[in-house]
């Protein structure tokens, strides 16, 4: 992999969720059901919400810095399956109340702030593993992965979305 295609699978990846998005339509987003009792909304907000995380690694790294440790309330480890639960419900409270219109718009420009960043990190600060001692060996690139929600997220929705046709 290099830049060029780690790009090109942002540029992707932004337009196949914009062709879910489509899909959905605006008018099923804040009904609950999608994914247990959250909305296809809150899913949205939930992807968001470990996306910032992402995002808020490639900054620091952008700025030659260590990220914040602190994404989520104090003492939860996301490497924890119960503490995983507790961020997931915390994410969750922090943004059910959110509008529609601000969760959309966050998760559209997440996908150009990455792009942005990528573009102006190296070669080396993007594919060198041992480039940042923070990422425990892992280079900065592997941070940009969709498959959470494409093997998570992703079947359950389109599950959802095909109950729902089959209602309609």
Not at 47 to 64: E, Y
Not at 85 to 105: A, G, P, T
Not at 122 to 134: H, I, M, T
Request: charged share 30%; proline share 2%.
């Amino acid at each position: 992999m290099d830049k060029q295609n780690l790009l090109d699978t942002i540029q992707r990846e932004s337009k196949q969720w914009e062709t879910f998005l489509s899909e959905v339509g605006e008018g099923r987003m804040e009904a609950p059901g999608a994914t247990g009792e959250w909305s296809f909304k809150d899913v949205v907000a939930h992807i968001s919400a470990w996306r910032s995380r992402t995002l808020a690694r490639l900054r620091a790294a952008r700025q030659d810095q260590t990220p914040s440790s602190q994404f989520w309330p104090a003492g939860w480890d996301e490497d924890n399956d119960e503490d995983i639960e507790k961020i997931n419900q915390w994410i969750y409270e922090e943004n059910c109340d959110r509008s529609l219109r601000d969760v959309l718009d966050e998760s559209r420009q997440q996908f150009n702030y990455m792009r942005e960043l990528v573009r102006a990190l190296s070669d080396e600060e993007l594919f060198d593993a041992n480039r940042f001692d923070w990422m425990d060996g892992k280079a900065l690139a592997s941070l940009i992965n969709f498959s959470h929600f494409h093997e998570e997220h992703e079947p359950v929705l389109r599950y959802w979305l095909e109950s729902q046709a089959a209602a309609a």
